[in-house]
């Protein structure tokens, strides 16, 4: 068998330090070096703005990799277009093959792109390992491309992309544990990896879709990623499952207590703390199952804080009875409500989800949601619950919203999803408004967030974490008044009144405080350059 050389290169979305593609060249890096040994040579790199593109450029040429492999995550349409023209205009030859999120959902925009037409790359749909590993296999042996499972592949003779057959990858193959990759040249002391895959959940927005099941991965895969980045010094991660515990019934509590005795075990190896983050759902938290030993949620959530669980990602995602139907969300209010209760009384910090406006919300839905917020204190769990649906292409909710003819054009920022008009016109103009007075601040607190998220359990830091954390709330409630106020207002008088001025000088008093604390976030060695900028920028557009 001869060697082959690959590159894996990811794409920043010029809007964030977005780390999805990320977790995915991790994780094919590490099961083709598993699965290959030293049969295949891998590099990587992350195209962080438009300099490195030339750069990349020179390494391709230098090295003459056979495959180049590129993960396609929202937003890096921004870089990745200028790399294929880059591409064509170089008159490079590798064989290409793009997957990732942009091209599983919006494969039909890249489709029409005239780059791709060119350069009749390899597209995988969803997984991508299993694919990889036989595609460098028809790479050896000189095969043609066509019928790999979860594969487009250029068809010379009929002058169209053809699809082969999409199938759930069964993760029980996938037993090499991802490799870790330090693009960022700075400290990030949170790690995200995975436990499993896909969800139990069918909400109506989800682009995952019916045909898709949970699955978990081995015990051992687990154990070895975590005892790998441990290795390196890293002791927090975040577990980026869609639905961390698969199911309510024994078995699935049974492999939950299995993974956090993975976690004491680590502890009491390495002498460490250990962090950890999980996603779920309220009607998990509310289970009334129990495990093989008898033992309930609420045991098991007492001992995975015990030995690491801090947070909880939580779908709560509306207080409106009628908008959570239109999301096909199960659980009720209640368990809402009781899953945040049980997440608190054990001492679990919670984020919760929350969508607020969607296609079809009515004045009724957001009275319901604000109501919902303020009786709960959900800011707390949420610092930003204003938030409104993605249209996902393909979604039962796009299909409804289509019919309903609302739906408008594909979104600039992220090509899987659709702009949308609201069915009630009035709604709308109240949207606008809101989202103005948001987005003139929306980069700023957006970084903050990340911040945030990186450093909440900073022991040291504790100080300059909280006050991060009380400016998140702060224009969380400033925003979330505005909206109040705005529907009092249409009670009272049958119109929608806005004065921004108000709201604007509490934005702007709020960014000088975020301002006067960026140099104690720079001593931590994160990069504040880009606050400063969206700093800069929001505070011009607020005073004009």
Same mark, same amino acid.
């Given at each position: 068998?001869?060697?082959?050389?690959?590159l894996f290169i990811?794409f920043n979305?010029g809007?964030?330090?977005?780390?999805?593609?990320v977790?995915a060249?991790?994780s094919?890096v590490?099961?083709l070096?598993?699965?290959?040994g030293d049969?295949v040579?891998?590099?990587?790199i992350r195209?962080r703005?438009?300099?490195?593109?030339?750069?990349?450029f020179?390494?391709i040429?230098k090295?003459?990799?056979?495959?180049v492999?590129?993960?396609?995550d929202?937003g890096?349409q921004?870089?990745?277009?200028?790399?294929?023209?880059?591409?064509?205009r170089?008159?490079?030859?590798?064989?290409?093959?793009?997957?990732?999120?942009?091209?599983?959902?919006a494969?039909?925009?890249?489709l029409e792109?005239k780059?791709?037409?060119m350069?009749?790359?390899?597209?995988?749909?969803?997984?991508?390992e299993?694919?990889w590993?036989e595609?460098?296999d028809?790479?050896?042996?000189?095969k043609d491309?066509f019928?790999i499972?979860?594969?487009?592949?250029?068809?010379?003779?009929r002058?169209?992309y053809v699809q082969?057959e999409?199938?759930?990858?069964?993760l029980?193959?996938?037993?090499?544990a991802p490799?870790h990759?330090n693009y960022f040249g700075?400290y990030?002391?949170?790690?995200?990896?995975?436990?499993?895959?896909?969800?139990?959940?069918?909400?109506?927005y989800?682009s995952?879709?019916?045909n898709?099941?949970?699955?978990?991965?081995?015990?051992?895969?687990?154990?070895?990623?975590?005892?790998?980045?441990?290795?390196?010094?890293?002791?927090?991660f975040?577990?980026?499952?869609?639905?961390?515990f698969?199911g309510m019934t024994?078995?699935y509590?049974d492999?939950?207590?299995?993974i956090?005795?993975?976690f004491?075990k680590?502890e009491?190896?390495?002498?460490?703390?250990?962090k950890?983050?999980?996603?779920?759902n309220?009607?998990?938290i509310?289970?009334?199952f129990?495990?093989s030993f008898?033992?309930?949620?609420y045991d098991?959530l007492?001992?995975?804080?015990?030995?690491?669980?801090?947070?909880?990602y939580l779908g709560v995602?509306?207080g409106?009875?009628?908008?959570?139907?239109?999301y096909?969300r199960?659980?009720?209010l209640?368990q809402c409500?009781?899953a945040i209760?049980?997440?608190?009384?054990?001492?679990?910090v919670?984020?919760?989800?929350?969508?607020?406006?969607?296609?079809e919300v009515?004045f009724?839905d957001l009275r319901?949601?604000?109501k919902?917020?303020?009786?709960?204190n959900?800011?707390k769990?949420n610092t930003w619950?204003l938030r409104?649906?993605?249209?996902t292409?393909?979604t039962p909710?796009y299909y409804r919203?289509k019919?309903?003819?609302?739906v408008?054009?594909?979104?600039?920022?992220?090509?899987a999803?659709y702009?949308?008009?609201?069915l009630y016109?009035?709604?709308?103009?109240?949207y606008n408004?809101v989202?103005?007075v948001?987005? *003139?601040?929306? $980069?700023v607190? #957006?970084?903050?967030? +990340?911040?945030y !998220? &990186?450093?909440c359990? /900073?022991?040291e830091?504790?100080?300059l974490?909280s006050?991060v954390y009380d400016?998140l709330?702060?224009n969380?409630k400033?925003?979330?008044e505005?909206?109040?106020d705005m529907l009092?207002?249409?009670?009272n008088s049958?119109?929608i009144?806005y004065s921004t001025e108000?709201v604007r000088?509490?934005?702007y008093?709020?960014?000088s405080?975020?301002e006067d604390?960026?140099p *104690?976030?720079e $001593?931590?060695? #994160?990069s504040?350059s +880009?606050?400063? !900028? &969206?700093i800069k920028? /929001?505070k011009k557009?607020l005073l004009?």
């Amino acid at each position: 068998m001869q060697n082959v050389s690959i590159l894996f290169i990811s794409f920043n979305s010029g809007w964030h330090e977005d780390v999805w593609n990320v977790l995915a060249i991790e994780s094919l890096v590490g099961d083709l070096s598993g699965y290959y040994g030293d049969k295949v040579k891998i590099d990587t790199i992350r195209i962080r703005d438009f300099d490195s593109l030339e750069e990349t450029f020179s390494i391709i040429k230098k090295k003459k990799y056979q495959l180049v492999g590129l993960s396609l995550d929202i937003g890096s349409q921004l870089f990745f277009l200028p790399f294929l023209q880059g591409f064509i205009r170089y008159k490079l030859n590798n064989l290409l093959v793009c997957g990732g999120t942009l091209v599983t959902y919006a494969n039909d925009f890249l489709l029409e792109r005239k780059e791709i037409q060119m350069l009749r790359p390899i597209l995988i749909m969803g997984e991508g390992e299993i694919a990889w590993r036989e595609i460098v296999d028809r790479y050896i042996t000189g095969k043609d491309y066509f019928n790999i499972d979860n594969t487009w592949v250029y068809c010379p003779n009929r002058q169209i992309y053809v699809q082969a057959e999409n199938k759930v990858v069964d993760l029980n193959k996938l037993i090499y544990a991802p490799a870790h990759i330090n693009y960022f040249g700075e400290y990030h002391p949170v790690h995200i990896l995975q436990a499993s895959r896909n969800c139990i959940s069918h909400c109506s927005y989800c682009s995952q879709g019916p045909n898709r099941i949970w699955r978990s991965f081995k015990l051992e895969r687990i154990e070895t990623n975590l005892r790998d980045l441990i290795n390196l010094g890293i002791y927090e991660f975040e577990f980026v499952d869609d639905e961390f515990f698969g199911g309510m019934t024994k078995l699935y509590l049974d492999r939950a207590w299995e993974i956090a005795r993975i976690f004491q075990k680590l502890e009491r190896e390495f002498n460490v703390v250990l962090k950890f983050r999980v996603f779920t759902n309220p009607f998990i938290i509310c289970s009334k199952f129990k495990d093989s030993f008898g033992r309930n949620i609420y045991d098991l959530l007492k001992f995975m804080k015990s030995v690491g669980l801090s947070r909880v990602y939580l779908g709560v995602e509306s207080g409106s009875i009628e908008q959570r139907k239109r999301y096909a969300r199960i659980e009720s209010l209640e368990q809402c409500e009781h899953a945040i209760q049980i997440l608190d009384k054990i001492g679990i910090v919670v984020d919760a989800g929350f969508i607020m406006f969607d296609p079809e919300v009515t004045f009724d839905d957001l009275r319901d949601n604000i109501k919902f917020i303020k009786k709960n204190n959900f800011i707390k769990y949420n610092t930003w619950p204003l938030r409104p649906l993605i249209l996902t292409n393909n979604t039962p909710i796009y299909y409804r919203t289509k019919k309903l003819g609302l739906v408008k054009n594909r979104s600039n920022d992220n090509p899987a999803s659709y702009t949308y008009d609201f069915l009630y016109k009035e709604v709308g103009i109240l949207y606008n408004a809101v989202s103005t007075v948001a987005d *003139q601040t929306s $980069k700023v607190f #957006y970084i903050l967030k +990340y911040f945030y !998220k &990186s450093y909440c359990y /900073s022991a040291e830091n504790i100080k300059l974490v909280s006050l991060v954390y009380d400016l998140l709330m702060e224009n969380a409630k400033i925003n979330l008044e505005y909206l109040d106020d705005m529907l009092i207002e249409y009670e009272n008088s049958a119109k929608i009144i806005y004065s921004t001025e108000k709201v604007r000088k509490k934005l702007y008093k709020l960014i000088s405080q975020v301002e006067d604390i960026c140099p *104690q976030i720079e $001593k931590l060695n #994160y990069s504040v350059s +880009y606050l400063n !900028k &969206s700093i800069k920028e /929001s505070k011009k557009i607020l005073l004009d």
